[in-house]
């Protein structure tokens, strides 16, 4: 199939889009466009104008800015993935992004477009969630940062307004942690059934700090807290962090579908929880 | 009989690189799609979203307005002129079908049925204007359960007046073929083992790479349509009956076609209506369908209802199966729809020894998109259910899995074997497959891992899945198939031409799509007429190059085409002989042919072929008394079917924590006959494990309760990838056929029926102790997870 | 319409294009690179599969008016004087295709694969494939041929 047809902007700045963005009547951005152009394709959307966003300089790559990572919108995944800070202060960061889709989308899907997309069983929303990273949002009134917990709305919504863009990510830097993305769905190209991004930083042979974060168990990304809270303190052998594990589906509200009902999914959710976790900490 | 030596020959037997290869792997292809004539239309199709309405109106007023539409037409428009799609099998003589019309009148059977078109300058212009096109429907209620289709509570074609479109039985007692299945089954009850299982065998797509692309070039003197079909002669004979064109008008052409898999053995609504749009405008017209268009409207496969019941003796020896089946039709009969049951119903005895046996075929209409072949086609359903209940078998007798089958196989001695279905086997060694099998899967050592993880409780089990198989190949002999009620034959032509310059031309009518005809038919070639098998070209696929033939389906190529082929061949050589005599000057009785050369006996005087073509085509020395000719054509109808047989076995890892399944090795030994080229009966092979496997563990067709098709994209549509599918280890055993001149069997289809359920046995295996004795397909994590969750509470 | 200047398997084209007009069909219809085939409309089948700037892409998920600039190999772009490329050939020796669908996707990926990694495992390779669908070969030949290729050296 092929989209409806559509007016065609390319602006070079960030301030040019959004102006785009305010001025043009139903507008939506193009960012690395993987999983906008099926849904053009199959004309189950069919926007009057597209604001392509991939000719603007300063959403691109990963800069150093002290206690954080800043990652552009429009960094593609193979860039992310690959990249040597990234890999060093953030590695859950690289090692869930590995696990988007296939190849060749990840040489041209981005990680702010990732983000912005918000699909529930998308795989960065809950590493931005686990991570406390920050969205920086440009819009008609200049910039904005909303928390990562604040960013995810809904089923495919955000804090973005429709005239709002985003332009890059803070992510804390979480230097020497380990990390482990453990994601469960049926062949490899497909979304997740349910995954887990867990980071864990350990002193000794205990835990002292653990972000856990949820795919797809809920409308939004979920931080694990109860989970969080149990691992603190603990050794991190199979015994204590099956204990913890077992709290991941608290407060959850997964949904029923042919890959699961809820309740295999909160099943799923303690069991992935604790590989994650046992992984992350080098002992699964 | 049986030997895995390599042929004697220099053809027969060797791995040939394909000839296809060099356009494919540079991107010289023929895709009907990459087809541009000059001025060529464009067609979108508008397809309804309910799987069940009456149209009440269709506002075509802004699409016939816009940009580029040279026309709109809906069912009404062309409602004298549609005629109506056929189908080739009635299986019963008063079998029920609804008229198909090619694009819906007034009545939408399934969600994807064609209910306008517009005809455009280009395809962007033609999908803008099939958007505008308005339809007004009453929605009724679908019917979307075949069982429930069986009691006709609700109807997928009220002016029918029933779902049931035929009902067709076999029994072993009344054939004279066996005794009577109730009997043993009374047996069973009263001191012996009863196994009662209903499985249901879900709806597939056959989800080909290329999806159906249509080209019509309408000229005074001829239709020329090019076709993204795995049978070309069908369609040319059906757009001839359907609409009206003379046949000898008519020229069909299936240039490269990206796989079939049975999905492309159709005639379809799309090509009538690219036909008559190119009619209609009197310009070329091009229709090429998305993947969704393709997923939703192109045939499905599979989709049966069994309900089984096995009488065996305490010791496990069968003493008969009784059959009940409900198969989905979907909303309309294609080509041979009604008839896939049936090709399964005399397969469902395997490789044993049954006395009595008995089937109950049920046809039911739905409204779901209609089914018809997919890979394997009635036959993996048949040993899908005979090989799950030999496992069960086992499992009550507590026997091995290979044990119980052996009991209950027919031994090599024994061939050819009548069965209780009433084929007859014609030759097989299922010991030999067997045993080696066992050899390369360490079988023994794979029980005694699997027993250590029993008792360890390890959270991770292992199953080890057993499935012996066979199959009909080589369908079919014309006879055969006029007494099951088809309307065709199922003979093969194919057709020798010598050149002058010493190269030759073999045209063939099967129609390859993947499977390596080219190569495989010049192999074959290269060694009767002893020319090089770089001076062969193998021409298909277009019927006015090729005008006999009955394409390709089936497994029939090899064994029905390729022999055609080889008898062709073996004309030549006789039409030579006393040409060769006269130029030799020598008696015909002193003629020998061997390694392409007519020798006179005992001189050293002879002629090569290449040198009898040359003097063939200058004709200076011939005297008349022989055509002046070596050209040959032969038909050739098999006498009877062949039947490959195997035995697989696949290890599975269960994840009893998540449910999920991955297969840690497969092992298959096929044992197809003799074999023209290994490379290709491997790749055969592998393709055919790939979909089997894909049964067992990732798809499924499936509606939602309105009947629209959730899995309507790649998306939820579960094809494996490379990352989602084990290597396998491949081996033969060879005994040769005795049905056809070579001892070919066929493979295009023996790893899809062999494959499903060694997995899904593997599966149960794995969990049959903490209490599952079955997990329907395609076995999901989820399910899986459940079926433990049930097994620990019970 | 948008003009754009795109190169092509070595030759460069200025085209005036709609900007709804994917990639692959730019190259298909308008340039008639029919080596490059469309297989579904969800970038999951991976048949459309080219190089942008070297990197593979599905040509299905961008528009050709973002190729503007940029520089594109196809299949088509492959095989140099007649000789086909080492990955192509690996293909064709180890029967790594059926139908042949795929095939140019296939190739594409794997050449995209081995750039990266010269010397892939089998888990590698079924890994670097997995947006590639093949409904022939099982995959196993696939595997088989570009892991030939790699070790030929087949990354140049």
Same mark, same amino acid.
């Given at each position: 199939m092929i989209p409806a047809a559509f007016e065609y902007f390319t602006p070079s700045t960030v301030d040019e889009a959004v102006a785009l963005l305010r001025d043009q009547p139903d507008a939506k951005v193009l960012a690395g466009g993987q999983s906008l152009m099926p849904v053009l394709r199959l004309r189950l959307a069919a926007p009057e104008t597209i604001v392509d966003i991939g000719r603007i300089g300063e959403l691109q790559g990963v800069r150093d800015d002290g206690d954080a990572l800043v990652i552009g919108a429009m960094t593609p995944h193979s860039t992310v993935q690959a990249d040597p800070l990234v890999g060093e202060h953030a590695r859950l960061v690289s090692l869930a992004t590995a696990t988007i889709a296939d190849p060749q989308v990840r040489h041209r899907g981005t990680f702010g477009g990732s983000l912005a997309h918000a699909?529930?069983?998308?795989? +960065?929303?809950? $590493?931005a969630v686990a991570l406390d990273a920050s969205f920086v949002i440009a819009g008609p009134d200049g910039r904005r940062t909303v928390a990562a917990a604040d960013f995810f709305e809904g089923v *495919?919504?955000?804090?973005?307004?429709?005239?709002?863009?985003? !332009?890059?990510?803070? $992510?804390? #830097?979480?230097?020497?942690?380990?990390?482990?993305?453990? #994601?469960?769905?049926? $062949?490899?190209q497909q979304w997740s059934i349910v995954a887990v991004a867990a980071a864990v930083r350990l002193d000794g042979d205990s835990i002292a700090e653990a972000r856990v974060g949820l795919t797809n168990m809920g409308s939004t990304p979920i931080r694990a807290s109860a989970v969080e809270a149990a691992l603190v303190g603990r050794p991190a052998t199979p015994e204590a962090v099956r204990e913890a594990a077992a709290l991941a589906a608290d407060g959850t509200s997964p949904v029923s579908d042919l890959n699961g009902d809820a309740d295999y999914r909160r099943h799923l959710a303690s069991v992935l929880t604790r590989r994650a976790v046992l992984s992350a900490a080098g002992t699964g | 009989m049986t030997t895995t030596e390599a042929r004697p020959t220099a053809e027969v037997g060797n791995p040939r690189r394909r000839k296809e290869d060099a356009r494919l792997v540079t991107g010289r292809t023929r895709w009907t799609d990459n087809i541009v004539l000059p001025g060529m239309l464009h067609l979108a199709m508008v397809r309804s979203p309910f799987a069940h309405a009456r149209i009440t109106a269709i506002d075509t007023e802004a699409a016939r307005a816009a940009t580029g539409v040279i026309a709109v037409l809906t069912g009404a428009d062309i409602a004298d002129e549609q005629g109506a799609l056929p189908n080739a099998w009635a299986i019963v003589p008063e079998q029920k079908a609804p008229v198909h019309p090619s694009m819906a009148v007034d009545h939408v059977a399934f969600a994807g049925e064609i209910v306008a078109m517009v005809v455009a300058r280009n395809a962007a212009e033609a999908n803008d204007a099939a958007d505008l096109i308005d339809v007004d429907y009453e929605e009724l209620p679908p019917v979307l359960d075949l069982r429930q289709a069986a009691t006709d509570s609700s109807l997928a074609h009220p002016d029918l007046g029933t779902n049931v479109s035929a009902v067709w039985s076999f029994d072993s007692a009344s054939a004279g073929t066996g005794g009577d299945v109730e009997a043993a089954i009374t047996a069973a009850r009263d001191g012996g083992i009863l196994i009662e299982k209903e499985i249901r065998q879900q709806r597939l797509i056959p989800a080909f790479m290329e999806p159906r692309s249509i080209v019509v070039d309408p000229t005074p003197e001829q239709m020329t349509v090019w076709s993204s079909t795995q049978v070309p002669h069908f369609v040319k004979i059906f757009i001839a009956l359907v609409l009206g064109i003379p046949e000898s008008k008519i020229r069909v052409i299936a240039p490269d076609v990206g796989g079939g898999f049975g999905g492309k053995l159709q005639f379809t609504p799309e090509e009538v209506l690219t036909v008559i749009a190119a009619r209609r405008t009197g310009k070329p017209c091009k229709y090429s369908e998305s993947r969704s268009e393709s997923l939703m409207a192109a045939h499905h496969g599979r989709d049966q209802w069994q309900k089984l019941t096995l009488a065996a003796t305490n010791d496990g020896d069968v003493t008969g199966l009784k059959v009940e089946l409900i198969a989905d039709m979907g909303a309309y009969l294609g080509l041979v729809t009604?008839? &896939?049951?049936? +090709?399964?119903? *005399?397969?469902y005895n395997g490789i044993y020894k049954f006395p009595s046996y008995h089937l109950k075929c049920t046809n039911v209409f739905t409204n779901k998109t209609w089914t018809d072949a997919y890979r394997g086609a009635g036959r993996p359903e048949a040993t899908f259910a005979i090989e799950r209940l030999m496992d069960e078998l086992a499992a009550k007798v507590g026997a091995d899995a290979l044990a119980i089958r052996e009991r209950n196989w027919i031994k090599h001695e024994e061939f050819p074997f009548a069965t209780v279905a009433g084929l007859k086997y014609d030759s097989g060694n299922y010991e030999a497959a067997t045993a080696k099998a066992r050899e390369l899967f360490r079988y023994d050592e794979l029980r005694a891992e699997q027993l250590k993880r029993r008792e360890s409780g390890d959270p991770v089990q292992l199953g080890i899945g057993v499935s012996t198989y066979t199959e009909m190949c080589g369908l079919a002999p014309s006879r055969w198939l006029g007494s099951m009620g088809y309307v065709g034959g199922g003979w093969e032509h194919a057709s020798i031409r010598m050149l002058p310059t010493g190269k030759v031309e073999v045209i063939t009518g099967t129609s390859p799509h993947g499977q390596g005809h080219e190569t495989a038919w010049s192999q074959i070639v290269a060694d009767r007429l002893g020319v090089g098998f770089d001076d062969i070209e193998v021409l298909h696929g277009d019927t006015q190059v090729a005008p006999r033939g009955l394409d390709t389906y089936g497994s029939r190529s090899l064994a029905v085409g390729g022999m055609a082929v080889l008898a062709a061949a073996d004309r030549v050589i006789e039409k030579a002989k006393p040409i060769a005599a006269q130029l030799l000057e020598a008696n015909v009785d002193d003629l020998e042919f061997s390694g392409g050369r007519y020798g006179v006996r005992g001189t050293e005087s002879g002629m090569t072929m290449a040198e009898l073509a040359f003097a063939v085509f200058q004709g200076? #020395?011939?005297?008349?008394?022989?055509?002046? /000719?070596?050209?040959?054509?032969?038909? +050739?109808?098999?006498?009877?079917?062949?039947?490959?047989?195997?035995?697989?076995? /696949?290890? !599975? %890892? $269960?994840?009893? %924590?998540?449910?999920?399944?991955? &297969?840690?090795?497969?092992?298959?030994?096929?044992?197809?006959?003799?074999? !023209?080229?290994?490379m290709i009966v491997e790749g055969q092979v592998h393709g055919g494990l790939a979909q089997g496997i894909a049964q067992a563990l990732f798809e499924e067709a499936v509606h939602d309760e309105s009947g629209t098709l959730v899995s309507g994209s790649f998306v939820e549509y579960l094809v494996p990838s490379s990352a989602d599918l084990p290597s396998f280890t491949t081996a033969r055993t060879e005994t040769p056929s005795t049905t056809n001149q070579l001892g070919v069997k066929g493979v295009g289809e023996a790893g899809t029926i062999a494959s499903t359920p060694a997995v899904v046995n593997a599966i149960v295996d794995a969990v049959r102790h903490l209490g599952v004795s079955d997990v329907p397909m395609p076995c999901t994590p989820y399910r899986v997870w459940k079926a433990l969750q049930e097994g620990a509470q019970s | 319409m948008t003009r754009i200047t795109v190169k092509v398997d070595g030759s460069s084209f200025t085209d005036e294009v709609e900007p709804r007009t994917l990639l692959v069909h730019y190259l298909r219809e308008q340039l008639g690179k029919t080596g490059t085939v469309v297989g579904c409309d969800t970038s999951n089948c991976g048949s459309c599969t080219v190089h942008l700037d070297g990197r593979s892409v599905k040509s299905c998920s961008l528009f050709a008016v973002q190729a503007d600039g940029h520089e594109v190999t196809t299949i088509e772009g492959l095989a140099a004087n007649g000789q086909l490329h080492p990955m192509q050939q690996a293909f064709h020796e180890n029967h790594a295709l059926q139908c042949g669908y795929c095939t140019p996707g296939m190739i594409m990926q794997s050449l995209d694969l081995i750039a990266d990694n010269p010397d892939p495992s089998e888990d590698d390779v079924r890994l670097g494939l997995e947006g590639n669908l093949c409904r022939c070969t099982g995959y196993q030949n696939i595997v088989k041929a570009v892991r030939a290729a790699a070790a030929a050296g087949g990354a140049q």
């Amino acid at each position: 199939m092929i989209p409806a047809a559509f007016e065609y902007f390319t602006p070079s700045t960030v301030d040019e889009a959004v102006a785009l963005l305010r001025d043009q009547p139903d507008a939506k951005v193009l960012a690395g466009g993987q999983s906008l152009m099926p849904v053009l394709r199959l004309r189950l959307a069919a926007p009057e104008t597209i604001v392509d966003i991939g000719r603007i300089g300063e959403l691109q790559g990963v800069r150093d800015d002290g206690d954080a990572l800043v990652i552009g919108a429009m960094t593609p995944h193979s860039t992310v993935q690959a990249d040597p800070l990234v890999g060093e202060h953030a590695r859950l960061v690289s090692l869930a992004t590995a696990t988007i889709a296939d190849p060749q989308v990840r040489h041209r899907g981005t990680f702010g477009g990732s983000l912005a997309h918000a699909d529930p069983a998308g795989d +960065l929303p809950a $590493v931005a969630v686990a991570l406390d990273a920050s969205f920086v949002i440009a819009g008609p009134d200049g910039r904005r940062t909303v928390a990562a917990a604040d960013f995810f709305e809904g089923v *495919f919504s955000t804090a973005l307004a429709e005239d709002e863009l985003l !332009v890059e990510v803070r $992510v804390p #830097k979480y230097t020497g942690w380990g990390a482990h993305y453990e #994601k469960f769905n049926r $062949v490899a190209q497909q979304w997740s059934i349910v995954a887990v991004a867990a980071a864990v930083r350990l002193d000794g042979d205990s835990i002292a700090e653990a972000r856990v974060g949820l795919t797809n168990m809920g409308s939004t990304p979920i931080r694990a807290s109860a989970v969080e809270a149990a691992l603190v303190g603990r050794p991190a052998t199979p015994e204590a962090v099956r204990e913890a594990a077992a709290l991941a589906a608290d407060g959850t509200s997964p949904v029923s579908d042919l890959n699961g009902d809820a309740d295999y999914r909160r099943h799923l959710a303690s069991v992935l929880t604790r590989r994650a976790v046992l992984s992350a900490a080098g002992t699964g | 009989m049986t030997t895995t030596e390599a042929r004697p020959t220099a053809e027969v037997g060797n791995p040939r690189r394909r000839k296809e290869d060099a356009r494919l792997v540079t991107g010289r292809t023929r895709w009907t799609d990459n087809i541009v004539l000059p001025g060529m239309l464009h067609l979108a199709m508008v397809r309804s979203p309910f799987a069940h309405a009456r149209i009440t109106a269709i506002d075509t007023e802004a699409a016939r307005a816009a940009t580029g539409v040279i026309a709109v037409l809906t069912g009404a428009d062309i409602a004298d002129e549609q005629g109506a799609l056929p189908n080739a099998w009635a299986i019963v003589p008063e079998q029920k079908a609804p008229v198909h019309p090619s694009m819906a009148v007034d009545h939408v059977a399934f969600a994807g049925e064609i209910v306008a078109m517009v005809v455009a300058r280009n395809a962007a212009e033609a999908n803008d204007a099939a958007d505008l096109i308005d339809v007004d429907y009453e929605e009724l209620p679908p019917v979307l359960d075949l069982r429930q289709a069986a009691t006709d509570s609700s109807l997928a074609h009220p002016d029918l007046g029933t779902n049931v479109s035929a009902v067709w039985s076999f029994d072993s007692a009344s054939a004279g073929t066996g005794g009577d299945v109730e009997a043993a089954i009374t047996a069973a009850r009263d001191g012996g083992i009863l196994i009662e299982k209903e499985i249901r065998q879900q709806r597939l797509i056959p989800a080909f790479m290329e999806p159906r692309s249509i080209v019509v070039d309408p000229t005074p003197e001829q239709m020329t349509v090019w076709s993204s079909t795995q049978v070309p002669h069908f369609v040319k004979i059906f757009i001839a009956l359907v609409l009206g064109i003379p046949e000898s008008k008519i020229r069909v052409i299936a240039p490269d076609v990206g796989g079939g898999f049975g999905g492309k053995l159709q005639f379809t609504p799309e090509e009538v209506l690219t036909v008559i749009a190119a009619r209609r405008t009197g310009k070329p017209c091009k229709y090429s369908e998305s993947r969704s268009e393709s997923l939703m409207a192109a045939h499905h496969g599979r989709d049966q209802w069994q309900k089984l019941t096995l009488a065996a003796t305490n010791d496990g020896d069968v003493t008969g199966l009784k059959v009940e089946l409900i198969a989905d039709m979907g909303a309309y009969l294609g080509l041979v729809t009604s008839a &896939i049951p049936l +090709l399964g119903a *005399f397969m469902y005895n395997g490789i044993y020894k049954f006395p009595s046996y008995h089937l109950k075929c049920t046809n039911v209409f739905t409204n779901k998109t209609w089914t018809d072949a997919y890979r394997g086609a009635g036959r993996p359903e048949a040993t899908f259910a005979i090989e799950r209940l030999m496992d069960e078998l086992a499992a009550k007798v507590g026997a091995d899995a290979l044990a119980i089958r052996e009991r209950n196989w027919i031994k090599h001695e024994e061939f050819p074997f009548a069965t209780v279905a009433g084929l007859k086997y014609d030759s097989g060694n299922y010991e030999a497959a067997t045993a080696k099998a066992r050899e390369l899967f360490r079988y023994d050592e794979l029980r005694a891992e699997q027993l250590k993880r029993r008792e360890s409780g390890d959270p991770v089990q292992l199953g080890i899945g057993v499935s012996t198989y066979t199959e009909m190949c080589g369908l079919a002999p014309s006879r055969w198939l006029g007494s099951m009620g088809y309307v065709g034959g199922g003979w093969e032509h194919a057709s020798i031409r010598m050149l002058p310059t010493g190269k030759v031309e073999v045209i063939t009518g099967t129609s390859p799509h993947g499977q390596g005809h080219e190569t495989a038919w010049s192999q074959i070639v290269a060694d009767r007429l002893g020319v090089g098998f770089d001076d062969i070209e193998v021409l298909h696929g277009d019927t006015q190059v090729a005008p006999r033939g009955l394409d390709t389906y089936g497994s029939r190529s090899l064994a029905v085409g390729g022999m055609a082929v080889l008898a062709a061949a073996d004309r030549v050589i006789e039409k030579a002989k006393p040409i060769a005599a006269q130029l030799l000057e020598a008696n015909v009785d002193d003629l020998e042919f061997s390694g392409g050369r007519y020798g006179v006996r005992g001189t050293e005087s002879g002629m090569t072929m290449a040198e009898l073509a040359f003097a063939v085509f200058q004709g200076h #020395k011939l005297d008349g008394s022989a055509e002046g /000719c070596l050209d040959a054509d032969a038909t +050739l109808d098999p006498e009877d079917f062949s039947f490959p047989h195997g035995t697989h076995l /696949c290890a !599975v %890892e $269960v994840d009893t %924590e998540t449910g999920a399944t991955s &297969i840690r090795s497969y092992v298959s030994v096929d044992d197809v006959g003799v074999v !023209v080229n290994p490379m290709i009966v491997e790749g055969q092979v592998h393709g055919g494990l790939a979909q089997g496997i894909a049964q067992a563990l990732f798809e499924e067709a499936v509606h939602d309760e309105s009947g629209t098709l959730v899995s309507g994209s790649f998306v939820e549509y579960l094809v494996p990838s490379s990352a989602d599918l084990p290597s396998f280890t491949t081996a033969r055993t060879e005994t040769p056929s005795t049905t056809n001149q070579l001892g070919v069997k066929g493979v295009g289809e023996a790893g899809t029926i062999a494959s499903t359920p060694a997995v899904v046995n593997a599966i149960v295996d794995a969990v049959r102790h903490l209490g599952v004795s079955d997990v329907p397909m395609p076995c999901t994590p989820y399910r899986v997870w459940k079926a433990l969750q049930e097994g620990a509470q019970s | 319409m948008t003009r754009i200047t795109v190169k092509v398997d070595g030759s460069s084209f200025t085209d005036e294009v709609e900007p709804r007009t994917l990639l692959v069909h730019y190259l298909r219809e308008q340039l008639g690179k029919t080596g490059t085939v469309v297989g579904c409309d969800t970038s999951n089948c991976g048949s459309c599969t080219v190089h942008l700037d070297g990197r593979s892409v599905k040509s299905c998920s961008l528009f050709a008016v973002q190729a503007d600039g940029h520089e594109v190999t196809t299949i088509e772009g492959l095989a140099a004087n007649g000789q086909l490329h080492p990955m192509q050939q690996a293909f064709h020796e180890n029967h790594a295709l059926q139908c042949g669908y795929c095939t140019p996707g296939m190739i594409m990926q794997s050449l995209d694969l081995i750039a990266d990694n010269p010397d892939p495992s089998e888990d590698d390779v079924r890994l670097g494939l997995e947006g590639n669908l093949c409904r022939c070969t099982g995959y196993q030949n696939i595997v088989k041929a570009v892991r030939a290729a790699a070790a030929a050296g087949g990354a140049q």
